[in-house]
DNA sequence: TCAATATATCAATCAGTGTTGATGTATTGA
DNA sequence: TCAATACATCAACACTGATTGATATATTGA
């Protein structure tokens, strides 16, 4: 398949580790339905995890590493935690890439 | 920040395995270096093991995960191997990751 | 100051993965 | 059939990361 002139970027090269290093953040199922959950708004850690159904550790740790990679801000009101999207931006992203992924694997199965 | 109304793919929920797994795909940057590499087109592995200076079993290692992800097409013309993309949609994708991240991290070092 | 709640962190386990060097396999040409 | 080339696989290692249960920290209200 050939690929239209200038389709690689060319400023990526530098960047390439960086965003790798978000690649590595939407890895994880668990993660994705995390930020998804987040379009709703801000949400408490609490909130978070009777939403998804995972222990209160387990959430706190992809938390940190959403927040690793800048993806969430943080918001302490009282007792509470906030969580919410950094930048919508990923949730395309998240979009484009589950599109892509059942259109290669309907691609193969229909063969 | 409020996000706009169904800005989550509904559609989505059940794909959010294979994104996922496409994601563990682009978290390596070696295999992102390699996808940007084959936007010239097919290549063999020596010449991607050239281009990219790494050895010959870790380059066929990642093209292997790559595979996996039905990300490249694999053609054997007699004593070569070529790999070439199979959507050009994941360099896109790349490129909002690349900017994404830097995005974000420019927004982070400036306070 | 104390109790209660929310969240973070710690310790431990287990699976997975990137990397390397050695070896195996497949294809071609002589 | 044999040698040479291209590529894949294997074995081993270190390292990371997902998960769990226990514990620590922070904030509030009494």
Redesign the pocket.
């Known amino acids: 398949m050939p690929v239209k002139e200038q389709e690689k970027p060319v400023v990526l090269d530098r960047s390439l580790g960086i965003a790798a290093s978000l690649g590595?953040s939407l890895?994880?199922?668990?993660?994705l339905r995390i930020l998804l959950s987040l379009c709703d708004g801000k949400k408490?850690?609490?909130?978070i995890?009777e939403e998804m159904g995972?222990?209160?550790?387990?959430?706190?740790?992809?938390?940190?590493?959403l927040r690793r990679c800048l993806l969430v801000h943080?918001e302490?009101?009282?007792?509470?935690?906030?969580?919410e999207i950094a930048d919508t931006r990923v949730i395309d992203i998240i979009g484009q890439l589950a599109c892509l992924a059942t259109d290669l694997l309907s691609r193969r199965d229909s063969f």
Not at 44 to 47: E, G, I, Y
Not at 54 to 65: A, F, I, N, R
């Open positions: 590595k890895s994880d199922e668990n993660r408490t850690v609490s909130a995890v995972l222990s209160q550790p387990l959430v706190s740790h992809h938390l940190k590493e943080v302490r009101k009282g007792l509470f935690v906030y969580y």
